[in-house]
């Protein structure tokens, strides 16, 4: 089951590196940051963790593999962390969400529209977060080569 | 001391191909900014909103102003604009240089061929239907509706200016599609390869966008991508409706 995961969600991130047109040199990359971001989010979210915050862990994964890869293949972050945090995409809920405002069903389409909005809330946080990290990573590095 | 048009002109192109290939709006005013400064320039303004570049550089000179029509997602130009930058800010290359350059990717057609995105665009459908927990028998229906609402899509865009209704009649076709193909009994969860087949059509990237662009300060501009995004997912849902009407 975990091993079907991992190739569905690899090929979905490696996709939507195709169709977002991402250099070619780096498509691989995507599809294996989208994997790693989705595996933790189906391992937490499995063992019995909120979706939420399984997102948001996810995506910080994903977003610090996407800085990794974005320093080792010279290429802008936007370009892997795009593609790479694609699976988490709350695509299916807002979907849903919109499907239920149509078809009148104002009850449970504010619902999801609620969880759409935490769940796109927590992948900006967790990309923001690794951004963060970098940021820090990058100015301690320039203090303590200023001091030596 | 350079022409000043001439490097306004330099860095107001590259962030329009930057803001029309889909970079977050503080990612295009740092480009700005850099590009400005390197070629000697001092207190750069730079503001971007995904429909509109100001570029001012001192309370005598007049400020530019750049409208965006077309915005697309393509993250090969914005590597390209990107490594352009790169070697201004390092002196490697002079303004005309620049200028030509930033010509050639703001014409050139860097996208993958419509045939491999359609592709891919189905196999990454068929994966999504397995990821959200549809079983095996909804792999092929989803793979297919997913390509070939992808594929609608494309072309209802080059008929339509109007990307409101070219969501509205791909997620319209795939509907039908995936309706058919259950009633058929082709695919176990209608549910399920719907929400494959439509993950290539939605706008989950612009919506985790838009809150990016909100955590960073960038209020307008995240409001209005919230906004395109909420109005194209509810072509989707829409679109989609229509068809569980009949």
Known sequence: MLFTQMVTSFIAAAGFGVIFNAPRRVIIQCGAVGMAGWILYYLLSDGGMDVVPATLFGAMLAGILSQICAKLFKVPVITISVSGIIPLVPGGASYDAMRHFVENDYHMAVQLSAKVMLLAGAIGMGLMFSEVANQTIKKIHAARSRST | ?246
């Open chain 2, 1 to 246: 001391m350079m022409d000043r048009v001439l490097i306004a002109r330099v860095s107001m192109l590259a962030g329009k191909i930057m803001l029309e290939s889909g970079a977050e709006t503080y990612r295009v005013e740092d480009t700005m900014n850099r590009i400005a400064s390197a070629f000697g320039l001092e207190n750069v303004q730079s503001y971007a909103t995904p429909t509109g570049i100001h570029f001012s550089v001192d309370f005598a000179e007049v400020t530019n102003f750049i409208r965006i029509q077309n915005r697309a997602t393509d993250l090969h130009k914005i590597a390209e604009v990107n490594s352009i930058s790169r070697d201004i800010t390092s002196a490697k290359i002079s303004i005309n240089e620049a200028l030509v350059k930033l010509n050639d990717v703001d014409r050139a057609r860097l996208a993958f061929p419509f045939w491999m995105q359609i592709i891919a665009a189905a196999l990454a459908s068929g994966s999504f239907a397995i990821m959200f927990g549809g079983d095996w028998p909804d792999l092929f229906p989803a793979t297919i509706a997913g390509g070939v609402g992808y594929a609608a899509m494309l072309g209802a865009a080059a008929l339509v200016e109007v990307s409101f209704v070219a969501h509205f009649a791909a997620s319209f076709i795939l509907g039908i599609l995936a309706v058919l193909f259950i009633s058929n009994g082709f695919g176990a969860n209608v549910d399920k390869v719907i929400i494959g087949a439509v993950m290539p059509l939605v706008p989950g990237l612009h919506i985790t966008n838009a809150v990016r662009d909100l955590m960073a300060g960038h209020l307008v501009a995240g409001v209005s991508k919230g906004v395109e995004s909420v109005l194209t997912a509810f072509a989707i849902g829409a679109g989609v409706a229509v068809v569980f009407a009949f």
